[in-house]
């Protein structure tokens, strides 16, 4: 009688565990989903506003190894010159991959594609995002636009 309440009450621990820890993962996938867009939307703001300067401290190392800080400023001088600054987000769409399990080894990541408004037209901002550290991280950040070949 005293190890089969044993068992049951290991077993009701552990069914309890799991439970908050999937609980868990699902909060954190949520909130980590929500603040993907809001910072990939307002990093991308930002960027335009504030030069290659933000864009290079908000990169990842990843970013970092794939670019030069010169090779940055050049094609941020060159995009700024031609469109501007962004002057309104018009559509957003992507979204993030968060693993369920929360001490998952994979990395939350996020893609997000924006239309949006510049000062001398329209073009679409693309950017990734990695989770790490507690922050989101830039790994890659585009900005594709008619404008800029011709």
């Not at 989770?131 to 790994?139: D, G, I, N």
């Amino acid at each position: 009688m005293k190890r089969s309440a044993i068992s049951a009450g290991l077993a009701l621990l552990l069914t309890a565990t799991g439970i908050a820890l999937f609980g868990l993962g699902v909060w954190r996938q949520a909130a980590l989903t929500a603040s993907s867009e809001e910072y990939a939307i307002s990093v991308s703001v930002a960027i335009s506003n504030e030069g290659p300067d933000r864009l290079l401290q908000e990169a990842s190392a990843e970013y970092r190894q794939q670019r030069s800080a010169l090779a940055t400023r050049k094609s941020f001088d060159f995009v700024s010159s031609i469109i501007g600054q962004v002057e309104l987000i018009e559509s957003v769409s992507g979204g993030a991959m968060v693993p369920l399990y929360y001490f998952s080894e994979e990395l939350p990541v996020a893609d997000y594609a924006f239309v949006a408004k510049f000062q001398q037209g329209t073009a679409d901002i693309e950017i990734s995002l990695v989770y790490r550290e507690e922050r989101w991280q830039v790994t890659r950040y585009s900005v594709v636009s008619n404008l800029l070949s011709d």
